[in-house]
């Protein structure tokens, strides 16, 4: 079972979006049978047997075995995954493009960078797997409390300033068989609950559609 998932086609993901098919996906952690989930989620046999063909038609659940009882066969199910994410390419014709509106102010284009992320990661992660391979990647994750936003704007730049020296040193347009690496780097507020109300020291999304 791998740790992390990508899910890349719309079916797949519209399939995993089902409130029952999800429900499965997470019961299948670990392995079991239809009768097992018909037991633990409360359904029908035969209702959770038609959501396990449809997740398993699109590649969510496989079989982990078969076992005889008698002159009938259990089939035993487990997740492909442990969890899921849906990639932005599932919704290829709105999926936010970073290069639309470059604005390093705007939270709705530190999504979308996280978003291309998303994408280009899962993309790495699925042509890997199919070639039995690693994929070389790198992250930091920090959290940092400011005094105030003066400090948060300094912090800001000085990041912004070190990035450009480290890519300024290291990239080598000319270098043959070089690999091109992307560098995303981003810093927002950490939500403690969803009627957080954000900061408005910097200029918001809002002041930025008004001013386009």
């Known amino acids: 079972m791998l740790e992390v998932a990508v ?12 409130p029952i098919r999800s429900r499965i996906l997470a019961a299948l952690a670990e392995p079991g049978s239809a009768a097992m989930l018909a037991g633990r989620l409360g359904l029908p046999r035969q209702k959770i047997n038609y959501h396990l063909k449809e997740l398993e038609r699109h590649g969510l659940v496989e079989l982990e075995e078969e076992r005889r009882k008698g002159n009938l066969t259990e089939r035993v199910y487990r997740a492909t995954a442990a969890s899921y994410v849906i990639s932005p390419s599932a919704l290829s014709a709105v999926s936010p493009d970073p290069a639309r509106s470059p604005d390093q102010l705007s939270a709705r284009w530190l999504l979308a960078l996280g978003a291309r992320l998303v994408q280009e990661v899962g993309a790495l992660l699925t042509g890997a797997q199919r070639a039995k391979q690693r994929v070389a990647t790198f992250g930091i994750d920090a959290e940092v409390r400011f005094a ?3 400090d948060r704007a300094a912090f800001a730049e000085e990041l912004s300033q070190a990035v450009a020296t ?3 040193r290291y990239h080598d347009e ?13 810093l927002h507020q950490i939500p403690t609950t969803l009627t957080t109300a954000p900061d408005t020291d910097t200029e918001s999304d809002a002041a930025q559609e008004n001013r386009a």
């Open 7 to 18: 899910i890349e086609e719309a079916a797949a993901a519209e399939a995993s979006l089902d």
């Open 174 to 186: 000319s270098a043959a068989g070089g690999r091109t690496h992307r560098v995303v780097v981003g």
């Open 166 to 168: 480290l890519v300024g």
């Open 148 to 150: 105030s936003a003066g």
